[in-house]
């Protein structure tokens, strides 16, 4: 609401000036303003060991890197892992560990198979409501993306009713997640227990590097997107998840933005894209 009502008032401000370019404006303005933001460390600077609010990296096909970022830090995928080695290295994952350059088809790497997830601390939506997302992801090409996993909190009723599920725990003594597959690590095959936060809702955002001009090859890229959490769907909370797997290769991620915007502003945003065409399917070069 605060958003909208500053949106107004620097229209009315503006006068005479076009209210479309200034509606623009004030976008833009909300969009950078960092209390807009809900995700935790959006940038990844915060932290000692580890980034505050994301899944511990693993040392191995995760790494918290300086200068990772389009500024200052951020998270660099190394999908160019045996399989096997990531496995084994999920069962002792504070043990040090190099990873054995890789060869052939490489459909045996992490990249071919499961790929690499890193997930935010959860973060409450209101019903209803549309937001918005951006984030920016370079890469050898392939198609990186954040997952959008909207979650509802099990009561004593829905657990009557609900079958076996997986779940996870994507922070240490946090609240257990469901998973629509094995895939991550410490998973559980069980029935849901009151507390559980089960999956309502799952949209992939996804820039496809491969698309880019090939002059902007490996350049950093941004993308937009929105989503609207209709009350069917009850989504109480979501967690993003970055993900990035074939090709087999480094993935980097920084500046990951969501937040709450009006239906307007959602129209906008997806108009833009419509004008784009084919070319937003690659986000945007970041800096032009
Ligand atoms: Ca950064």
Same mark, same amino acid.
């Given at each position: 609401m605060r958003i909208a009502l500053s949106i107004v008032a620097r229209v009315r401000v503006c006068g005479v000036v076009a209210v479309f370019a200034c509606l623009l404006c004030a976008l833009c303005q909300a969009g950078s303003a960092k209390t807009d933001n809900?995700?935790?460390?959006?940038?990844?600077?915060?932290?000692?060991?580890?980034?505050? /609010? *994301?899944?511990?990296?693993?040392?191995?096909?995760?790494? *918290? +890197?300086?200068? /990772? /970022?389009?500024?200052?830090?951020?998270?660099r995928f190394d999908t160019d892992v045996y399989r096997k080695e990531w496995e084994a290295h999920k069962d002792a994952p504070d043990a040090k560990v190099e990873k054995t350059e890789t060869e052939g088809t490489k459909y045996n790497t992490v990249g071919g198979?499961?790929?690499?997830?890193? =997930?935010?601390? %959860?973060?409450?939506?209101?019903?209803?409501? *549309?937001?918005?997302? +951006?984030?920016?992801?370079?890469?050898?090409?392939?198609? %990186?993306? @954040?997952?959008?996993n909207g979650y509802w909190v099990a009561t004593e009723e829905a657990v009557a009713k609900s079958g076996t599920k997986i779940f996870f725990k994507p922070f240490p003594n946090g609240p257990s997640f469901s998973l629509v597959a094995m895939g991550s690590s410490g998973? +559980?095959? #069980? %029935? %849901?227990?009151? /507390?559980?936060?089960?999956?309502?809702? #799952?949209?992939?955002?996804?820039?496809?590097?491969?698309?880019?001009?090939?002059?902007?090859?490996g350049d950093w890229r941004r993308y937009s997107g929105v989503v609207h959490f209709e009350k069917r769907f009850n989504v109480e909370l979501v967690l993003l998840e970055l993900y990035a797997y074939w090709p087999p290769?480094? =993935?980097?991620?920084?500046? @990951?933005?969501?937040?709450?915007?009006?239906?307007?502003?959602?129209?906008?945003?997806?108009? +833009?894209?419509?004008?784009?065409?084919?070319?937003?399917?690659?986000?945007? #070069?970041v800096g032009k």
């Open positions: 809900l995700v935790k460390n959006p940038g990844f600077e915060e932290g000692k060991d580890v980034p505050v /609010g *994301w899944t511990k990296p693993d040392n191995l096909t995760v790494f *918290w +890197e300086a200068k /990772g /970022g389009v500024k200052g830090n951020g998270l198979t499961a790929g690499v997830a890193v =997930y935010s601390e %959860p973060i409450p939506v209101e019903k209803d409501a *549309w937001y918005l997302f +951006e984030y920016d992801v370079k890469g050898p090409g392939g198609e %990186p993306f @954040i997952f959008l998973e +559980e095959k #069980r %029935p %849901p227990v009151v /507390g559980d936060y089960i999956m309502a809702f #799952r949209r992939r955002f996804v820039v496809k590097l491969g698309e880019a001009p090939k002059s902007e090859k290769g480094n =993935y980097f991620f920084d500046n @990951i933005l969501m937040r709450k915007v009006t239906e307007a502003e959602a129209q906008q945003v997806l108009d +833009e894209k419509k004008k784009m065409g084919k070319a937003a399917n690659c986000g945007t #070069r």
